[in-house]
């Protein structure tokens, strides 16, 4: 059974930087690849980032957000830095039974619980 596990979530200031962790277990992280999507109150779940043979990014985080991934702990982190009030969502951390990322939610089979991201103006 797969499950992951989002934390570090919370209230900042704009300008301000947040870590997400996604603790992933019943899978490796080696051979999956995984996503971190977002959804605001009355709007569609959207993409942020996502990692696997490449790393791929939504244009309205490019430059300010950083997806990684650590193997051995099991672990997916988004690095969000320079935060801005249309940030403010529920995170998502996400995986499919491929290494090939893509940013549709469709694509993936596992999601976790969702952690808030609240940026104050």
């Known amino acids: 059974q797969v499950q992951l596990v989002e934390s570090g979530g919370g209230l900042v200031q704009a300008g301000g930087s947040l870590r997400l962790s996604c603790a992933v277990s019943?899978?490796?992280?080696?051979?999956?690849?995984m996503g971190w999507f977002r959804q605001a109150p009355g709007k569609e779940r959207e993409f942020v980032a996502a990692?696997?043979?490449?790393?791929i990014y939504a244009d309205s985080v490019k430059g300010r957000f950083t997806i990684s991934r650590d193997n051995v702990k099991n672990v997916v982190y988004l690095q969000m830095n320079s935060l801005k009030p249309e940030d403010t969502a529920v995170y998502y951390c996400?995986?499919?039974?491929?290494?090939?990322?893509?940013?549709?939610?469709?694509?993936?089979?596992?999601w976790g619980q969702g952690t808030q991201v609240t940026v104050s103006s």
């Open positions: 990692i696997g043979l490449s790393v």
């Open positions: 996400a995986a499919r039974s491929s290494l090939r990322p893509t940013m549709e939610v469709n694509d993936y089979d596992y």
């Open positions: 019943g899978r490796t992280t080696r051979t999956t690849a």
